[in-house]
């Protein structure tokens, strides 16, 4: 076996022993908010949905299906989906000079930036275009290179799913147009093999229009609202959205995302040049857009799942020291942080563990079916959106209905066919999330049903109250 195949096999085993790892721990981590989301969209199948696009929704259903609706099975397609990532980003930098050995650092680097470990367990939006900008790079230099029809409508199939699985999608289009221009590759505007592409990709996504028009465009309207939220500058918020990018990403690792990016542009590599202009406009966005609204880290994950890899791969030849250091850091941290998940080991103060959004849920469903006792005239309900999900997630064995009780347009407004006027709710206040049940809703009685703490290593992860409402009449 000559050196480049060992190394390649060492790839092979480190990603393999990656994805086992996280298939073992999966069932042992309770879903998360937008982890149970996305399996309720499973589960509530349709052509689209108020905060996404379907295709999350559908490859759930497809996972779930195969290997059941518990943390399980909600966790394989992203695992899956992580293992052939890996594969993509060893080619992409495998393909610059044919170094195995560069391309696993670079992966290895990958696998150090903590935001991945967690979007490589869970399916998220993000996770799924992590599988497809790679081949879609791929495929657009290929066009470049033969112009065939048969490349053109697989760009078309890979936008199409793309455009399915996140609106943000639609800013793939921008670097491929900059790219052919700056190549000055008119032709490849006005081939009539574009048009079956376009044609394809508009079929795929038409379930989206569909949905959209159906419920008065409200999820366009939504996301517009949700990633740009206000016309006015807010620097403090500009500056979290900074600092959480850098400690979600590994700190020592972000400085080398741009690093990559400056490179990247700089390169006589036609796939390394068409990845910056893709990481390029994708920065450029959500960088602009965190001027506005404060922007969750994984926000910009396609950007740094990108160019984590191809600055270590550049760094490589300024300070293997700096990238022994920035790879160990947060490999040994992720390790650390999968055995916590995993053990429960360390011990933290009270409400501050790590646990507390995905810990627990299932004692917290089953103590508020012990308050029902006709499911036809009572229910549960929780008071803010961010408990709805794991409400409804770890309720669906019982016979009660959950309901979210708040004045926000969501998801949750589309399933809840009727209000429930006139029903007994059970209210659950976490420590996180309380209200003033008797101020906040109508109710001809409300009763206290005490509340219970959820404790690990002897310190309390949640505070849970149980407040009766009698005969819900709305909010007031």
Not at 206 to 219: A, G, K, M, T
């Amino acid at each position: 076996m000559n050196l480049a195949s060992k190394q390649h096999q060492n790839f092979l085993y480190f990603i393999s022993f990656v994805a086992v790892l996280r298939l073992t721990l999966a069932p042992f981590v309770g879903l998360g908010v937008d982890e149970a989301h996305y399996v309720l969209y499973a589960l509530n199948l349709d052509l689209s949905y108020f905060d996404h696009p379907p295709l999350v929704g559908w490859i759930q259903y497809i996972f779930t299906s195969i290997f059941g609706t518990d943390e399980f099975g909600a966790r394989v397609a992203a695992i899956i989906i992580g293992f052939i990532t890996s594969i993509f980003i060893y080619k992409l930098i495998y393909d610059i000079n044919k170094n195995a050995n560069e391309a696993f650092v670079a992966v290895l680097a990958l696998h150090a930036s903590f935001l991945f470990n967690a979007l490589f367990l869970m399916l998220m939006p993000d996770t799924l275009l992590f599988l497809l900008i790679l081949p879609i790079i791929f495929t657009v230099i290929e066009i470049e290179k033969s112009n065939k029809l048969s490349t053109w409508i697989l760009l078309g199939v890979l936008l199409g799913l793309a455009g399915l699985s996140k609106y943000t999608a639609v800013l793939f289009i921008f670097p491929i147009i900059i790219y052919v221009l700056m190549k000055k590759r008119y032709d490849l505007l006005y081939t009539p093999k574009i048009i079956p592409s376009i044609f394809i990709a508009f079929i795929i996504i038409l379930p989206v229009i569909i949905w959209n028009i159906q419920n008065d465009w409200s999820s366009f309207a939504y996301q517009s609202a949700h990633v740009v939220g206000s016309n006015t500058i807010n620097w403090s918020g500009f500056a979290s959205s900074i600092g959480a990018q850098a400690g979600a990403y590994n700190p020592f690792l972000v400085p080398l995302a741009f690093y990559g990016l400056y490179k990247a542009l700089r390169s006589q590599n036609s796939t390394i040049f068409l990845t910056a202009l893709f990481g390029l406009v994708m920065i450029a966005f959500f960088t602009y857009a965190s001027l506005y609204k404060t922007a969750l880290p994984h926000w910009s994950a396609l950007f740094y799942m990108l160019f984590i890899p191809l600055g270590t791969f550049y760094m490589l030849k300024i300070s293997k020291k700096y990238l022994k250091f920035a790879i160990g850091f947060g490999l040994i941290l992720s390790a650390i942080a999968y055995a916590e998940l995993g053990f429960k080991f360390i011990p933290l103060p009270e409400y501050q563990s790590l646990h507390r959004d995905i810990y627990g849920w299932d004692k917290i469903m089953s103590k508020a079916n012990e308050q029902i006792t006709d499911a036809s005239a009572q229910a549960v309900a929780v008071t803010n959106w961010t408990l709805a999900s794991r409400a409804i997630y770890y309720n669906r064995n019982y016979d009660s209905n959950v309901y979210l009780i708040d004045d926000r347009e969501d998801q949750f407004d589309v399933w809840e066919k009727e209000k429930p006027l006139g029903k007994d709710l059970v209210v659950i206040n976490t420590h996180f999330f309380k209200k003033d049940v008797e101020k906040y809703m109508k109710c001809s009685k409300v009763i206290n049903h005490g509340e219970f703490d959820i404790m690990l290593n002897n310190s309390k992860v949640n505070t849970i109250q149980l407040i009766r409402c009698k005969n819900y009449q709305g909010l007031r």
